[in-house]
């Protein structure tokens, strides 16, 4: 039995896990109270129609990004509402590997007017969605068209129906039925040396490449990690590296990194 895309032993031990309290209140800050029950019904029970412009509080004002299924309501409710990439107001420089629909870039982009977003999505449908998304933001993010691994290279990507779950490290499931499609790949290390070429520090690296997080976390070197403040990467249990520069905590499956370094 299940409850919208959650099985009931997730739903019922659910009142055991603080994040989806903090989700909770973040849903009452975040939604503007014409929207809240709406809202709501959609994350609960995945029903609603769709594109939907989902409407959100920043600290920037309203922001409405499209989202085109209820999977991509858990993905505002994550970022926004539970604050799983959580950046203060100094943000100035966000690495999304994974950009989606441009969720997570917009998050990261309404924190301030002056952040800037280096976004990497290989899955040419979302591209096109992220655009759409971020229209009255072209000036402040850079967009390419790859998928991010730990080397340079080509291979193929299982695009999912919903564009949430697409990975280069596909395996059977019996839930959706992947659309393999040719992409080029670029090794984390050179895109992060390059953006690091133009940017005296990245304050955030976010992670969400359904498989490969670890990997590339770990593949990061010591010169690079020196100028970086904060990593973000999601796995099923705690998974912490590079603890000799960073503190690392664990909650709701995302793993969080923080410069030992003022």
Partial sequence: MRLGHRGMRRVLSAPLHGGHYR????????????????????????????????RVRTPLGIVAPTLYSSHDILTVNEIFCREDYR???????????????GISALYFLTRNPGARVYAFEPDP????????????????????????????????????????????????????????????????????????ECEPQIDIVKIDTEGLEEQLVSAISDELLSRIRVIVYETNAPAPYHTTHFRHSYSCQTNRLESLTP
């Fill in 125 to 196: 449908r979302n591209t096109e969605r992220l655009r759409d998304n971020l229209t009255d933001y072209s000036d402040r993010y850079q967009l390419e068209e790859v998928a991010i691994g730990t080397s340079d290279g080509f291979a193929q990507f299982a695009a999912d129906p919903y564009g949430r779950y697409g990975t280069l490290e596909y395996t059977e499931v019996t839930w959706y039925e992947p659309n393999f499609i040719d992409v080029r790949v670029r090794s984390i290390g050179g895109v992060l040396e390059g953006i690091l």
């Fill in 87 to 101: 950046c203060g107001g100094d943000l100035r420089v966000a690495v999304d590997i994974g950009a989606n629909i």
């Fill in 23 to 54: 989700a909770a209140f973040g849903m009452a800050r975040r939604y503007p109270l014409r929207d809240l029950p709406a809202n709501s019904r959609r994350f609960l029970t995945a029903s609603g129609e769709y594109p939907y412009a989902c």
